[in-house]
């Protein structure tokens, strides 16, 4: 764990370049997500030992379902064993101190992982000293639409006037209510983009790119990650 260094308290990791490590070794790209899975359990372990109070994993965007079929059912699977598995450690994962949260449509995935999905968040609720948030079938822009809409509801009903809505209403409508804005957030594999991410709470972000490919990233990596932050300097627009 890095020394003397101010700890980010909310990281948002895209967890990107799965393909790309099972082409590299001539494999099927489900075998570069199910690489991936195990980097994320290794990785969320980690960051939560060190401190990091909030997480936010980037697992599969509303743009994904582009993909071939066979690819995103070897993703719901990998899903379906994580919940599988965060049901049968319940225990642990409470004294962990573990909370487990969805952000995302999950009304478009399958019925038995939305089940799952209830199961792991009711149970998990009470837990409060890292808070994991699964971003699945997530995109920034339907997060914005999804809190805009259900103010244009309460404007509709004569709540409140257009003139009345602030910031913190928008913010209060998104799946992240609650929770601090990412101060820093890590995007493996050469890409320097967001797609989609977090992008209204990314606002003041630090980012942190490399190209290391996600089934490859280490807790060494996320080191060095939270080292650099470390050394930034962050004005929020002030001097
Ligand atoms: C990220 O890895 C995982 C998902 C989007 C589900 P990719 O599958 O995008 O990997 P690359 O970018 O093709 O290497
Ligand atoms: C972003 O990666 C989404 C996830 C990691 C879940 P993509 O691979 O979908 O992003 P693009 O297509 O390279 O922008
Ligand atoms: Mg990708």
Redesign the pocket.
């Known amino acids: 764990m890095p020394e003397n260094t101010a700890l980010p308290v909310h990281i948002g990791i895209?967890?990107?370049g799965n393909g790309r490590w099972a082409t590299q070794r001539g494999l099927p790209r489900s075998r570069g997500h199910e690489q991936g899975a195990q980097t994320f359990r290794t990785i969320c372990e980690y960051a939560a030992d060190i401190g990091i109070k909030y997480l936010t994993f980037?697992?599969?965007?509303t743009?994904?379902w582009s993909r071939p079929a066979e690819e995103i059912n070897a993703v719901m699977d990998l899903f379906r064993d994580y919940l599988k598995e965060a049901e049968e450690r319940q225990e642990e994962n409470i004294q962990k101190g573990f909370r487990i949260r969805y952000i995302g449509d999950t009304s478009a995935l399958p019925e038995d992982i939305r089940k799952l999905i209830r199961i792991a968040e009711r149970e998990s609720a009470q837990a409060r000293k890292t808070t994991v948030n699964l971003?699945v079938n997530y995109g920034g822009r339907q997060e914005i639409l999804h809190s805009v809409r259900s103010l244009a509801r309460r404007v509709q009903s004569g709540e409140i006037t257009p003139d009345e809505i602030r910031l913190e209403d928008i913010q209060a409508g998104l799946y992240t209510a609650g929770q601090p804005d990412p101060d820093l957030i890590i995007r493996p594999s050469g890409?320097y983009?967001l797609?989609n991410?977090l992008i209204w709470q990314a606002a003041y972000t630090e980012f942190w790119y490399s190209d290391i490919l996600w089934p490859d990233f280490t807790p060494a990596d996320l080191d060095r990650a939270i080292e650099d932050y470390g050394n930034r300097n962050r004005r929020f627009g002030g001097i």
């Open positions: 895209i967890m990107d980037y697992a599969f965007s743009e994904n971003a890409e983009r797609s991410f």
